[in-house]
């Protein structure tokens, strides 16, 4: 994402919450922040039927975002929900306020799998709430050739113009990394400055840098989109098939998205709500079957109607998601993708 377009979100971030806060008294609202197509609507308002907390939603399009938008002031975000190494980013900032687990009680209903993961080991500052992947989503009615890796992407020309990518550095380079063989956490200058030579190379054929891909895919703004899995598979849904998503044979990334209380919340007892909320298995059963993210809960799987349970690129095989890999924090090293994503956006 361009510093201006984030400046800019940040900006009408800060207005957005100022007003709110003056409409009525805190303990009555509760302040979450999440991704674009992330959301069900009829949850947040089942949610409010029943407590009598109105959630106010706002909206990001990036880990990164979502890091400038509070280290920029915006504060008054209770709950926030960003990828794996986002949570230890925010934990080191002391951004995260711990939560009070003995209020979470549905915790219990989390597959243990998706727990104690090692950017918070102890679970004391997170709780999983979906896993995703990014790889192409593909609209089949402008571009009908042969798309199986990064390679078909990247070195394609027929996709001048036709071509997005996610306005996210990690995830940009990581798709040009897993092209070359490479992982998606190096350090290593001479891998990351191929991966820079790639995406240079490709740069004048992309149409857009975007992370919301579902508009730009249903309105045939562009033939193939680099697209996390919940966005490609809602716009495969409501495309009738046109769309196709598809897990590239070199492998990608995947995430999971983790529900946390930020420092700066304003009703601390309203977002433990929440959370537990979103962990119940109705709330999560209907998350899937709306957002199409993958469940984090022991029993959601065997909930879902049948075409999304046996739906392949919702749930890749083992085999599958062995060539995918999760973005860490590289600490002081994340400079080097910083320093690429500028050559990339800028120059």
Wanted: with cysteine.
């Amino acid at each position: 994402m361009s510093i201006f377009r984030i400046l800019l979100s940040v900006g009408l971030f800060i207005v957005f919450t100022a007003c709110m806060k003056q409409e009525m008294p805190a303990s009555k609202v509760v302040n979450l922040s999440t991704w674009s197509n992330y959301v069900d609507q009829e949850l947040l308002k089942e949610f409010e039927a029943q407590t009598g907390i109105k959630v106010n939603l706002s909206i990001y399009s990036s880990n990164e975002e979502l890091l400038a938008k509070i280290q920029a002031g915006a504060s008054g975000i209770d709950v926030a929900i960003p990828s794996d190494y986002m949570v230890e980013v925010m934990q080191k900032l002391n951004l995260l306020s711990e939560m009070d687990l003995a209020l979470i009680p549905n915790k219990e209903l989390v597959n243990q799998e998706f727990l104690k993961q090692s950017f918070d080991p102890g679970n004391k500052y997170s709780l999983p709430y979906a896993w995703s992947t990014a790889g192409i989503a593909v609209n089949r009615d402008l571009y009908k050739g042969v798309i199986k890796s990064w390679k078909d992407v990247f070195l394609n020309p027929a996709l001048k113009g036709k071509l997005s990518f996610l306005d996210d550095v990690r995830e940009v380079t990581a798709a040009a990394l897993k092209m070359h063989g490479f992982s998606v956490n190096t350090t290593t200058p001479s891998e990351l400055k191929l991966a820079e030579a790639t995406l240079v190379e490709v740069k004048p054929r992309v149409k857009m840098f975007r992370s919301d891909t579902v508009e730009a895919l249903l309105k045939k703004e562009v033939a193939v989109a680099h697209s996390y899995s919940s966005d490609a598979l809602q716009a495969a849904r409501t495309s009738g098939g046109v769309i196709e998503y598809i897990l590239p044979e070199d492998g990608g990334t995947r995430a999971l998205d983790n529900l946390v209380i930020l420092k700066g919340h304003q009703n601390r007892e309203g977002a433990h709500q929440l959370i537990n909320f979103l962990l119940s298995l109705k709330a999560n059963v209907s998350f899937v079957k709306t957002v199409l993210g993958g469940p984090v809960l022991k029993t959601t799987r065997q909930e879902l109607p049948a075409e999304i349970q046996n739906n392949r690129s919702l749930f890749p095989s083992n085999e599958q998601l062995a060539r995918f890999e999760s973005i860490i924090d590289l600490g002081e090293a994340t400079g080097l993708y910083d320093k690429l994503w500028t050559k990339i956006k800028v120059e």
